[in-house]
């Protein structure tokens, strides 16, 4: 990992369109320097729950945890490539 949580990998893709919203938490992470720079630079517009608003995530932490449990915890994959693969067949079946 890199500075401000964004992987090395993740580092040469497509950003997002301009004027694209990211909303998160105020963990750590994304409350960094490194990673609100990186978000400006590109024209991304920042939004963070209130502290203490789990109530927000509500459905992505449910649709997070389905996923783990019907899914990655069932399997091993040996590549990244099976596991996108897998992954990408329980989101879309």
């Given at each position: 990992?890199?500075?401000?949580?964004?992987?090395?990998?993740?580092?040469?893709?497509?950003a997002?369109?301009?004027g694209?919203?990211?909303?998160?938490?105020?963990?750590?992470?994304?409350?960094?320097?490194?990673?609100?720079?990186?978000?400006?630079?590109?024209?991304?517009?920042?939004?963070?729950?209130?502290?203490?608003?789990?109530?927000?995530?509500?459905?992505?932490?449910?649709?997070?945890?389905?996923?783990?449990?019907?899914?990655?915890?069932?399997?091993?994959?040996?590549t990244?490539?099976?596991?996108?693969?897998?992954?990408?067949?329980?989101?879309?079946?």
């Amino acid at each position: 990992m890199v500075p401000g949580g964004v992987s090395s990998q993740s580092r040469g893709r497509a950003a997002p369109p301009p004027g694209a919203i990211i909303n998160t938490d105020q963990g750590s992470q994304f409350t960094s320097f490194a990673w609100i720079d990186r978000l400006k630079r590109i024209g991304t517009r920042i939004s963070m729950d209130g502290t203490g608003r789990c109530i927000d995530n509500v459905f992505i932490e449910r649709l997070w945890r389905s996923l783990k449990y019907e899914c990655v915890y069932l399997r091993t994959w040996e590549t990244e490539s099976q596991a996108r693969a897998g992954v990408g067949r329980w989101i879309i079946p």
